[in-house]
């Protein structure tokens, strides 16, 4: 089993999916979500998004034979916590899925720091390299940006309407995700490793 587990964007030899179809691939449940909310409710919009999820782990699958470690843990919580609100008629279960995934990553991060484990870098190392106190500092980051988005996603729908956090989880979410991810960019390139071989996640 281990070999289906491996890093974002595999090992050398590995057939690379096209980025296009990545994208497509991470994106197309989400906005699948949307429409079928604004169609047809929360629980029409539920199941799509449960079949969707599992239709792109297979796709992927089948075109690198391996699966990145974080859309696994999503797709595993999102099967769980949808599933529960098809089989409860309650929409908090959905709503508190990106809670529970955004805390899980980023406690994930943060605890692996307090045992000298910069484990950001287990999942990108393979796209780029950083020296140890490179990926400490993204690592905290990230960790830092996953809680406060927990957090985010909490206020939204305790706060606002179905609709309002449907909207906001499309159109907020992955708009936060993306400039944060860019924002990263000047401390990637100020702690790039040039030496051959680099770091992996050590501490």
């Given at each position: 089993?281990?070999?289906?587990?491996?890093?974002?964007?595999?090992?050398?030899?590995?057939?690379?999916?096209?980025?296009?179809?990545?994208?497509?691939?991470?994106?197309?449940?989400?906005?699948?979500?949307?429409?079928?909310?604004?169609?047809?409710?929360?629980?029409?919009?539920?199941?799509?998004?449960?079949?969707?999820?599992?239709?792109?782990?297979?796709?992927?699958?089948?075109?690198?034979?391996?699966?990145?470690?974080?859309?696994?843990?999503?797709?595993?919580?999102?099967?769980?916590?949808?599933?529960?609100?098809?089989?409860?008629?309650?929409?908090?279960?959905?709503?508190?899925?990106?809670?529970?995934?955004?805390?899980?990553?980023?406690?994930?991060?943060?605890?692996?720091l307090f045992f000298g484990r910069s484990l950001l870098?287990?999942?990108?190392?393979?796209?780029?390299?950083?020296?140890?106190?490179?990926?400490?500092?993204?690592?905290?980051?990230?960790?830092?940006?996953?809680?406060?988005?927990?957090?985010?996603?909490?206020?939204?729908?305790?706060?606002?309407?179905?609709?309002?956090?449907?909207?906001?989880?499309?159109?907020?979410?992955?708009?936060?995700?993306?400039?944060?991810?860019?924002?990263?960019?000047?401390?990637?390139?100020r702690y790039e490793d040039k030496t051959a071989g680099?770091?992996?996640?050590?501490?």
């Open positions: 089993m281990n070999e289906i587990f491996e890093k974002e964007g595999g090992e050398a030899g590995r057939p690379a999916m096209h980025p296009g179809l990545k994208f497509a691939l991470e994106i197309g449940p989400l906005i699948l979500f949307f429409v079928a909310n604004a169609k047809a409710g929360i629980f029409w919009a539920t199941g799509a998004f449960m079949a969707a999820t599992i239709v792109a782990l297979v796709v992927s699958w089948v075109l690198t034979r391996h699966l990145p470690l974080m859309p696994v843990v999503s797709a595993i919580v999102v099967l769980i916590f949808g599933g529960l609100t098809l089989w409860l008629q309650d929409e908090t279960f959905i709503k508190v899925k990106p809670t529970i995934i955004y805390t899980l990553f980023g406690g994930t991060l943060i605890g692996g870098g287990y999942v990108f190392d393979s796209v780029f390299r950083l020296t140890a106190e490179g990926w400490r500092k993204l690592t905290l980051r990230w960790g830092l940006f996953f809680i406060v988005m927990a957090l985010v996603n909490e206020f939204v729908w305790r706060s606002f309407s179905t609709d309002v956090w449907v909207d906001f989880k499309v159109f907020g979410f992955l708009p936060l995700t993306f400039v944060f991810a860019v924002a990263q960019t000047r401390l990637i390139q680099g770091e992996s996640g050590e501490a």
